[in-house]
């Protein structure tokens, strides 16, 4: 599954479904060939019609180039929040997503926990 069609996924859908999408995506991404990996993340996937969807895309594919060690889609640089959007919005998480956000997500506003992103 490419980033462009998870954004397509995550239209219309309620909250756990993408949560669940999110995990399939990481679960394909984590058994494609590192050598083969870059090629889903570099199409800028469409709106979403959220934009903390867009903009976690837009983390996810910096985030996981990271990873393999080479630099975010150029698309994904124009995308971020103008408020701070934590997905799992309980006080734990919260604190959890504080301290632990990769910065990936933390400069575009998105706090989220490591372990949310280990799904899979």
């Not at 594919?61 to 959007?85: I, K, M, N, Y």
């Not at 919005?89 to 998105?110: E, S």
């Amino acid at each position: 599954m490419t980033l462009v069609r998870l954004g397509e996924l995550l239209v219309d859908v309620d909250e756990l479904h993408r949560w669940r999408l999110v995990a399939e995506f990481l679960e394909e991404y984590r058994w494609e060939a590192v050598g083969s990996r870059r090629r889903l993340l570099d199409d800028e996937p469409a709106a979403t019609g959220d934009e903390h969807w867009d903009v976690f895309l837009a983390a996810l594919a910096e985030h996981l180039a990271a990873r393999d060690g080479s630099a975010g889609p150029p698309w994904a640089e124009q995308r971020s929040l103008d408020r701070f959007w934590f997905p799992f919005n309980t006080r734990a998480a919260r604190v959890d997503a504080v301290v632990h956000t990769p910065a990936a997500f933390r400069r575009r506003g998105v706090y989220v926990a490591p372990g949310e992103l280990e799904v899979a």
